[in-house]
C-alpha cells in the first residue's frame, strides 16, 4: 500500500472520529438541558418598564454563565441559559431583569434572589479579583449564580449593593462572604 493511500486513510479515519466526538457532544448538551427543562418552572418574563418603574441601578456587559451555586463549574443551560451573550442587568424593587442578546428577557423575583457577590471564576472564565459579579437566587428547587462580567468595573459592586438592599442573602455561603470592594 502506498504513503498516499496510507494517509488517506488515517486522514479519513481522523475525520470520522472528529465527527462522531462532536455529535456526541451535540447529543450530551442537548439532553442535559431537556433533563434539566423537565424538572424546572418557565422562567419568569418581566413586566412592561411601565410597571416596573426606574431601576435601581443598571449595567451592560457579557452574561457568562449559570451555575449550581454550590458548584461554579456545574453550567445550567437550560432555557437558553448555557449560551454567553452581551447583554444587561437592571437591579429594581420588584427583582432582577437580565436581557441577553439573542434570548428573551427573564425577570428573577425579589423572593427568589439569595444576594450577591463578586467573584473571580465560573466555568470556562477566571478574572482578576472580583471582576465577576455573581447575582445568587433559587430557581424551583436549585440554588443557582448567575455570571456576568460588567464592561464598567464599577457597576458590579453597584449591583451587588442593589440586590443585597432588595434582597439580603439567606445561604450561609453567601451571608459568609464579604463584599470584596
Known sequence: ???????????????????????AMWRAWHRRAAE??????ALA?????????????????????????????DRVSARSLGFRAWGSIAVHPEGVVMERDG????LIPRE?????GLEDYTIDKGVEHGGLTAVDWVWG?????????????EDGPAIVEAVRAIA??????????????
Open 1 to 23: 500500500m502506498s504513503t498516499t493511500v496510507k494517509m488517506t486513510i488515517l486522514t479519513a479515519l481522523t475525520a470520522a472520529i472528529v465527527v462522531v466526538v462532536f455529535i
Open 112 to 116: 427568589n434572589l439569595d444576594g450577591a
Open 168 to 181: 439580603p442573602p439567606r445561604s450561609a455561603a453567601r451571608r459568609a462572604g464579604e463584599l470584596m470592594f
Open 36 to 41: 434539566q427543562e423537565t424538572m424546572l418552572p
Open 103 to 106: 434570548s428573551d428577557p427573564v
Open 141 to 153: 428547587d436549585l440554588e443557582l449564580t448567575t455570571f456576568w462580567r460588567m464592561r464598567r468595573a
Open 45 to 73: 418574563t418581566p413586566p412592561s418598564a411601565a410597571e416596573l418603574g426606574d431601576p435601581i441601578v443598571t449595567g451592560r456587559g457579557l452574561y457568562v454563565a449559570t451555575t449550581k451555586a454550590a458548584d461554579h463549574l
